[in-house]
């Protein structure tokens, strides 16, 4: 099974560099992923659960600091801004936007391979989530992080260890689609035993116990052929 602890997107409109950060990435056992846009970092970051984003302050369409924001609006995945800016009033504008660190054009692919390693051991437990609460849909579904609490209106959803962890996975990463691989990887764990049809049967539970209708579910989605993915219209209390 792959590793999925160690995906990292690398966003760079310089061909070259990708390719030799890539490598560099690749022979230390990272999986790596591909951008030369803006809109190509997006997608990616819509569909894959990535563990660490290199990202070009420079790009031909959306900048890295306007890409940084979108991100961090979403997630807590860790950002590495790659820039040729080198002044300190930049290097501070993109730490203020939620980048995690800041490295200089030319660059040592050494150098970049260890400040990966390094960030990804600052942020190697759980992510800290955005907001200890989630309430979708004008409050019809709560979720309480810290008391690991569920609600369907007004009433608490018992769920399941398994079917709980199903559920923040899918909720921390709004829109992405996960395989039932992944989910099998990031929320049961590797020492899961059974076949990733077991996942069928935890969304099936989960979407009876969260959703008005679970026939016509409006919150956790199938996404054919591939797997699953969640929605639903978002106020962090």
């Known amino acids: 099974m792959l590793n999925y602890s160690k995906r990292i997107l690398v966003v760079d409109d310089e061909k070259k560099i990708v390719e030799v950060v890539k490598s560099y990435l690749e022979h230390s056992g990272y999986e790596v992923f591909e951008a030369y846009t803006g809109k190509e970092a997006l997608e990616v970051f819509e569909k894959v659960p990535l563990s660490l984003i290199v990202l ?60 990966v390693a390094a960030v990804l051991r600052r942020t190697s437990e ?40 199903i559920l923040m996975t899918l909720v921390k990463y709004p829109g992405k689609t996960f395989t039932r691989e992944e989910l099998i990887h990031i929320a049961l764990g590797d020492d899961f035993e059974g076949f990733d049809r077991t996942v069928d049967t935890h969304i099936k539970n989960l979407r009876q116990k969260i959703e ?5 579910p409006k919150y956790i989605m199938t996404v054919h052929g591939v797997g699953y993915r969640f929605q639903g219209s978002e106020a962090h209390d």
């Open 126 to 165: 759980d992510p800290v989530p955005l907001s200890n609460i989630y309430s979708f849909n004008n409050g019809d579904l709560v979720i309480d992080s810290l008391k690991y609490e569920v609600r369907k209106g007004n009433n608490i959803v018992n769920l399941t260890p398994k079917e709980y962890k």
């Open 212 to 216: 008005t209708d679970s026939k016509a």
């Open 56 to 115: 070009d302050l420079m790009l031909p369409d959306l900048g890295g600091e306007e890409i940084c924001k979108i991100i961090r609006n979403r997630s807590r995945v860790p950002v590495i801004m790659l820039t040729a800016k080198a002044e300190e009033e930049d290097i501070l504008k993109g730490l203020n936007i939620g980048a995690d660190d800041y490295i200089t054009k030319p660059f040592s692919p050494k150098q970049l391979v260890a400040r």
